[in-house]
């Protein structure tokens, strides 16, 4: 029973380059969210998609975009990574409603 | 912005004693709350949801709400040292699908 699946687990990037984190959910949720999470501040809410075919900025959306690609996967890419976006990513799912079911997580440095 | 305030800690315990970890809310409608919990490194997950006034226990765990006072607390009996981890209060926003974040507060168990 997979659960939240995310990939990679870790990723170094250079400034300016970018990247697509995968998120995959196994348990016919309909919500998706990407959170970040730095030292001290707790969890932050970068986009959700309440449903297959939408998707809403969360409190930290700048300098991201992602994709509800179908009820299962929920992508989030970074066009151009910056160290301000070194971070630790969780993808989460929920039936729609929390509560939430996180995956693993994806470890993201930018030099 | 609505907020979760919690104090970050550290909260130390010794072992046996009960652990109590608190939590305010800025969003007056909210009607969902949850506690998780996240050990180092690892991603966050459920230990209790609580939707209306008052106490609900599960085992060790007690959660009370005062949605008055827009208060939620976690009690923690019997304190143990693989109680040590960080304690995520968590909101969902009225009306919406995003969940608000506190800080999360440091919780160590002495044994």
């Known amino acids: 029973n997979a659960g939240v699946t995310q990939t990679p687990k870790f990723q170094v990037l250079k400034t300016g380059q970018s990247m697509t984190l995968q998120c995959a959910q196994d348990?016919?949720?309909?919500?998706m969210y990407w959170y970040r999470q730095d030292p001290g501040m707790g969890l932050r809410l970068i986009y959700y998609?309440?449903?297959?075919?939408?998707?809403d900025k969360g409190e930290v959306p700048n300098g991201y975009n992602v994709s509800r690609l179908n009820k299962r996967e929920f992508s989030l890419r970074l066009e151009s990574a910056a160290p301000s976006q070194t971070s630790v990513y969780f993808c989460?799912?929920?039936?729609?409603?929390?509560?939430?079911?996180f995956g693993n997580g994806t470890r993201l440095t930018v030099t | 912005q609505k907020e979760v305030e919690q104090n970050s800690g550290p909260l130390s315990v010794p072992e046996g004693a009960i652990a109590s970890l608190n939590c305010t809310y800025s969003?007056?409608?909210?009607?969902?709350f949850f506690w998780y919990r996240q050990y180092s490194g690892k991603s966050p997950e459920l230990i209790m949801s609580i939707y209306s006034n008052g106490d609900k226990e599960d085992g060790r765990f007690t959660a009370q709400l005062n949605k008055a006072s827009q208060y939620v607390s976690l009690l923690i009996r019997d304190s143990q040292p693989s109680d040590s981890a960080t304690y995520l209060c968590a909101v969902n926003e009225s009306g919406g699908f995003k969940t608000i974040f506190g800080a999360g507060t440091r919780l160590f168990v002495k044994a």
């Open positions: 348990m016919n949720h309909n919500s």
């Open positions: 989460a799912s929920s039936p729609p409603n929390p509560p939430l079911h």
């Open positions: 998609s309440a449903s297959e075919g939408t998707t």
């Open positions: 969003d007056r409608g909210s009607q969902s």
